[in-house]
């Protein structure tokens, strides 16, 4: 379908196909369950600082509406297009499958860089964006949250432009909102959290030694900079390597990740971070270390460098950062790298999300530990199932994954039919 043709639509469809054929689905149902449903497409006009008027493309896919509303973040990219939008919404759908939320997936968006916008121009987009939506998505249909290039001050933006249309305040409309407009205690962490948690659970069953284990990080927004403090100040990993969209640092010796975080909070990104040498960041991906965690783009892992990677737990925080044909080098390496899949390993962001609407919709609050301890309980029932389904078909991690998904979405078409 042209509107979708883009390289990473094209990789979402033949990861889907691989499952499509493993669980035998008929030609009758691959298309219906690939495709998405809805998408729609805006144009944004905006006042510039400069006095100018600046247009940006938006994006919002719904992919399939069978199992309650659509859920998915919002991202702000310069390349973003409609066919990577339709990949991250069908992804969604599978992870939010296997987490068993009633949930489809969705995805949104707007080709910019948010970081080349003033304050005023980013909060003029995003309330055009949110306005622009607002006949298409609502807390029954399409609940927004944040991504790449969003965070907790648009989903504040999101929120208000919406409740205003409505004239009194809709805090389900979106999550990844601060908590002090409706927000849950433990969502920005959710991500980074829920990836850490699979890392240990992982290491445990390899009976990895974390005081002994290293790990590179490449990403330093939301997922990664959580990932990178957690697993050197909880779980007591040498973090060596780290990397943004700027720079890639590593040290053998172990960076200190808060003085990264610090660095990041007043400059913005880790150019100039000076605990260690800077490097390829391409390299980075492929140095020695004990868990690999990609945090940032789609395609980082590829037939070019799959066969490179010295890490032992490859741990996706990020949404596909594994192309097919780098899967099947790692599927031959199954007992050298142990994969956590992307929609295993980041579910922990929607999962949270789900909890966040669940309270905005009850107008009731949960704690930070009743937030964490219900993650934990959901991502370890999800990590047991795809660890039995690999093991019981010999298949990998994220076949198994991914089949679950997409196996309850198909018997939910299934059983509703197809109307008329
Ligand atoms: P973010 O915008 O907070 O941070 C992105 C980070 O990646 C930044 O440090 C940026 O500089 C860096 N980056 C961008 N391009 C890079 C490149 N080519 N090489 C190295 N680093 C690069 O975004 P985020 O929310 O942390 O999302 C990161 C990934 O995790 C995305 O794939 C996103 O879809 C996925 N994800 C996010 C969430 C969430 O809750 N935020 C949930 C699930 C999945």
């Given at each position: 379908?042209?509107?979708?043709?883009?390289?990473?639509f094209?990789?979402?469809c033949a990861?889907?196909?691989?499952?499509?054929?493993?669980?035998?689905?008929?030609k009758?149902?691959?298309?219906?369950?690939m495709?998405?449903?809805?998408?729609?497409?805006?144009?944004?006009?905006?006042?510039?600082?400069d006095?100018?008027t600046k247009?940006?493309?938006?994006?919002?896919?719904?992919?399939?509406?069978?199992?309650?509303?659509?859920?998915?973040?919002?991202?702000?990219?310069?390349?973003?297009?409609?066919?990577?939008?339709?990949?991250?919404?069908?992804?969604m759908?599978?992870?939010?499958?296997?987490?068993?939320?009633?949930?489809?997936?969705?995805?949104?968006?707007?080709?910019v860089?948010?970081?080349?916008?003033?304050?005023t121009?980013?909060?003029a987009?995003?309330?055009?964006?949110?306005?622009?939506?607002?006949p298409?998505?609502?807390?029954?249909?399409?609940?927004?949250?944040?991504?790449?290039?969003?965070?907790e001050?648009?989903?504040?933006?999101f929120?208000?432009?919406?409740s205003?249309?409505?004239?009194?305040?809709?805090?389900?409309?979106?999550t990844?909102?601060?908590?002090?407009i409706?927000?849950?205690?433990g969502?920005?962490?959710?991500?980074g959290?829920?990836?850490v948690?699979?890392i240990?659970?992982?290491?445990?069953?390899?009976?990895?030694?974390?005081?002994?284990?290293t790990?590179?990080?490449?990403?330093?927004?939301n997922?990664?900079?959580?990932?990178a403090?957690?697993?050197?100040?909880?779980s007591?990993?040498?973090?060596?390597?780290?990397?943004?969209?700027?720079?890639?640092?590593?040290?053998?010796?172990?960076?200190?990740?808060?003085?990264?975080?610090?660095?990041?909070?007043?400059?913005?990104?880790?150019?100039?971070?000076?605990?260690?040498?800077?490097?390829?960041?391409?390299?980075?991906?492929?140095?020695k270390?004990?868990?690999?965690?990609?945090?940032?783009v789609?395609?980082v892992?590829?037939?070019?460098?799959?066969r490179?990677?010295?890490?032992?737990?490859?741990a996706?925080?990020?949404?596909?950062?594994t192309?097919?044909?780098?899967?099947?080098?790692?599927?031959?390496?199954?007992?050298?790298?142990?994969?956590?899949?992307?929609i295993?390993?980041?579910a922990?962001?929607?999962?949270?999300?789900?909890?966040?609407?669940?309270?905005?919709?009850?107008s009731?609050?949960?704690t930070?530990t009743?937030?964490?301890?219900?993650?934990?309980?959901?991502?370890?029932?999800?990590?047991?199932?795809?660890i039995?389904?690999?093991?019981?078909?010999?298949?990998?991690?994220?076949?198994?994954?991914?089949a679950?998904g997409?196996?309850?979405?198909?018997?939910?078409k299934?059983?509703?039919?197809l109307?008329?």
């Amino acid at each position: 379908m042209t509107i979708y043709d883009d390289d990473v639509f094209r990789m979402a469809c033949a990861q889907f196909e691989v499952i499509a054929d493993y669980l035998s689905i008929g030609k009758n149902h691959r298309e219906r369950l690939m495709y998405p449903k809805r998408a729609v497409a805006v144009t944004l006009p905006v006042h510039m600082d400069d006095g100018s008027t600046k247009t940006f493309q938006g994006y919002r896919v719904q992919h399939h509406l069978t199992l309650g509303p659509t859920k998915g973040g919002t991202r702000f990219a310069p390349s973003l297009s409609m066919g990577e939008t339709a990949a991250l919404a069908m992804w969604m759908s599978w992870k939010c499958a296997l987490a068993n939320l009633p949930y489809g997936g969705a995805k949104g968006g707007i080709a910019v860089d948010p970081a080349k916008l003033s304050r005023t121009e980013l909060e003029a987009l995003s309330r055009r964006y949110m306005q622009e939506m607002i006949p298409f998505v609502g807390p029954h249909t399409d609940i927004m949250g944040p991504d790449m290039g969003t965070n907790e001050q648009i989903m504040a933006w999101f929120m208000d432009t919406y409740s205003v249309y409505q004239g009194y305040a809709v805090s389900e409309i979106v999550t990844g909102k601060p908590v002090s407009i409706g927000g849950t205690e433990g969502r920005r962490e959710a991500t980074g959290r829920g990836v850490v948690y699979l890392i240990e659970r992982a290491m445990n069953m390899l009976k990895m030694d974390s005081e002994k284990s290293t790990a590179i990080v490449q990403g330093f927004g939301n997922v990664g900079s959580v990932a990178a403090l957690s697993l050197a100040l909880k779980s007591g990993l040498k973090i060596v390597g780290i990397s943004d969209a700027h720079a890639a640092i590593y040290n053998p010796k172990g960076i200190d990740v808060e003085a990264a975080e610090q660095h990041v909070h007043k400059k913005g990104h880790l150019r100039a971070f000076d605990q260690g040498d800077h490097v390829d960041p391409n390299e980075l991906l492929t140095m020695k270390c004990d868990v690999l965690v990609p945090a940032a783009v789609d395609r980082v892992i590829t037939g070019k460098n799959a066969r490179k990677l010295q890490c032992r737990i490859l741990a996706e925080g990020a949404n596909g950062p594994t192309t097919p044909d780098a899967d099947l080098i790692l599927e031959k390496r199954w007992d050298e790298i142990f994969v956590i899949p992307d929609i295993l390993c980041n579910a922990g962001g929607v999962i949270v999300s789900y909890f966040e609407w669940v309270q905005g919709l009850q107008s009731f609050r949960w704690t930070e530990t009743e937030v964490t301890d219900k993650l934990f309980r959901i991502l370890e029932h999800s990590f047991i199932q795809v660890i039995r389904r690999a093991k019981e078909h010999k298949i990998s991690h994220r076949t198994a994954a991914m089949a679950i998904g997409v196996e309850r979405v198909l018997k939910a078409k299934m059983m509703r039919g197809l109307f008329p």
